[in-house]
């Protein structure tokens, strides 16, 4: 069927002018009829009211069925509508024989419960990376709390590592989840990324210092890009948090702007990272090294952060660890 006659109101158009046609056929009809049987003058003005009545009348009922006509596809969409929720996320609207002024409607619910399934699914994946990743800590410190009502004597500076390393994974699974829920479309507001990297480093300067690591900025005055300060700020943050924890040497900051993108560079001396691995570090709770430590979130922050800014991040072809970030310069 043309799109053009799923428009309710061509079809009550339509159907208004096909009343027309009829009408004044039918009224020439009565008029020649008139005029053969000499109808009494009296009785013309009840005729024509009794001719507008029936047609009155048909109007009535064919724009009734008209209307039913057309908007019977409604109530499969509320039936549809209906079985929404939790239970059943992937439930959408179909628009087929629909009129045209209902499916910017239908497309509207039909978005809103997209983005219904990304909350949900959202929720379920931090619910269940927390129980997760938080059961073994947990029983650690359920164990070292056991030993030490056995020997009566506590171990506080495990305790203490035990649940600074549980307050840790908690705060990049927040950090984490807020960064979905944030979507896609990162803020437009323009953003001097040069600057924010330099407040990352500033922030993990002295961590490195105690480290004994040397960290190395070379960042040009502006490197202009749109987008949320913050979650810039925490990227690099983690990148450098990731050299500084996993890398070894010197660690350096870099960036420039080239052909429209924005490149920020963080590397170090240590051996670089195999291609077979460099895509799964960017997943969850992924590292190199079971052994490792760290939660194995950051680079997955690092990358939803690209992502929501419509930019990239990946491990360099190079002999050392190098990790690249790539955003579109505004």
Known sequence: ???????????????????????????????????AAAVPAADEPYQDGLVLLCFSVAVLGLIWGVSQW??????????????????????????????TEIRPLVDAVNGALDRMEA?????????ADAAHEL??????????????????????????????????????LLDLARKEQAG?????????????????????????????RVLRVDLPDSLPVRGRADDLRDAVMNL?????????????????????????????????????????LFGRFRKANANSPGTGLGLAIVREVAESHQGSVGFLDEACCAVRLDLPEA
Not at 20 to 25: F, G, I, N, T
Not at 185 to 212: H, K, Y
């Open 70 to 99: 057309s908007l019977r596809p409604l109530s499969r969409a509320s039936a549809e509508a209906a079985l929404a929720g939790p239970r059943n996320p992937g439930v959408r609207l179909t628009s087929v024989r629909l009129p």
């Open 184 to 212: 896609r479309d990162a803020s437009a507001t323009p953003v001097n990324f040069s600057r924010v990297a330099r407040e990352a480093a500033a922030m993990i300067a002295p961590l490195a210092e105690q480290a004994g």
């Open 240 to 280: 450098l948090e990731n050299a500084l924890t996993h890398g070894v040497g010197t660690i350096g900051l870099s960036g420039l702007c080239r052909d429209g993108r924005c490149l920020v560079e963080v590397r170090d001396e240590g051996s670089g990272v195999p291609a077979e691995m460099r895509d799964a």
């Open 135 to 172: 059961r073994t800590p947990l029983s650690v410190l359920s164990l070292r709390l056991q030993r030490a009502r056995l020997e009566g004597q506590l171990d506080w500076e495990a305790i203490e590592d035990d649940v600074r390393q549980m307050r840790h994974l908690v705060t990049q």
């Open 1 to 35: 069927m043309s799109s053009r006659w799923l428009s309710l109101r061509v079809r009550l158009v339509v159907s208004m002018l096909l009343v027309l046609v009829v009408a004044v056929a039918a009224s020439s009809l009565l008029d020649r009829m008139g005029g």
């Open 119 to 127: 909350a949900y699914e959202a929720e379920r994946r931090f619910t």
